[in-house]
Each structure stands twice: as C-alpha cells, then as structure tokens.
C-alpha cells in the first residue's frame, strides 16, 4: 500500500488516523465527513476493535462505496453480507465484519460522527431482512 496507488495517495488536507490496524483518512465537509478507510488484510472488528472500543459488537453504522477488497458482515441474529468491491455499502449498526482474502478492503464512507445513525436514515440497530 504505496502513495503510488492513487487510491492510497495522501489526501491534501485530511487528519490521519490509526486505530485497531485500520487507517483513517478523514476530511471534514460542511455538517458530515467523507473518510477513506483501509482495513488490512486479517482484519476483524472483534479481534482489533472490540478489545479497544467494548462492546459485543460495532454499533456505527457505515455507509459509502467499497472501492477494493471484500468484507464478510455478520449480525447477531445471524444474517450475513457479502460485499465485493465495487460496490456501495450501507451497514447497519449491531455488526462483526471482517475482511475476506489476502487484499486490504478500502471503503469511501460518509458519517456525521455521533449523528449518523439518524441523519443516515439508518436504523439504531440491525432489523432482520426478509
């Protein structure tokens, strides 16, 4: 993961972050942030996140466009997603979720920090899709 992949060049003005593993790249837009976020390869929310942030699993929601990589999500009731880049992501909170494979998993995400859940239109935890 280079600068010489556009996809991972520096970002002008944008605060880096590094928790769990994963990358941050974060860059403020009016009321919301668009971030770049790159989880490596071996991934898992409940291996590299939960020991940090508690929980039994990720109560954000994420929603944006997977630009590389694959990720498997897992609800607690038992519902999966598969999600293969490209493709536009929306991720309910209540989730573990790890990357599928040997590639990095890079997701261009809109959030409003601790709004998004409600100004996302998301619901405030996984509802079983029938």
């Avoid at 994963?22 to 409940?46: E, N």
């Amino acid at each position: 993961m280079g600068s010489s992949d556009p996809l991972l060049a520096p970002l002008p003005d944008a605060e880096r972050r590094e928790v769990g593993g994963v990358t941050l790249d974060i860059v403020r837009t009016g009321a919301s942030r668009v971030k770049r976020v790159v989880y490596p390869a071996g991934f898992r929310w409940s291996t590299h996140m939960k020991p940090i942030v508690g929980g039994d699993r990720c109560m954000h929601t994420h929603v944006g466009f997977l630009a590389r990589g694959s990720v498997h999500v897992e609800y607690e009731d038992g519902c999966t997603l598969e999600l293969t880049a490209p493709q536009v992501m929306a991720v309910e909170p209540g989730h573990d979720a790890w990357v599928v494979g040997q590639e990095p998993a890079v997701l261009i995400e809109i959030d409003f920090e601790g709004d998004s859940v409600e100004r996302l239109g998301m619901p405030a935890r996984h509802r079983e899709h029938r």
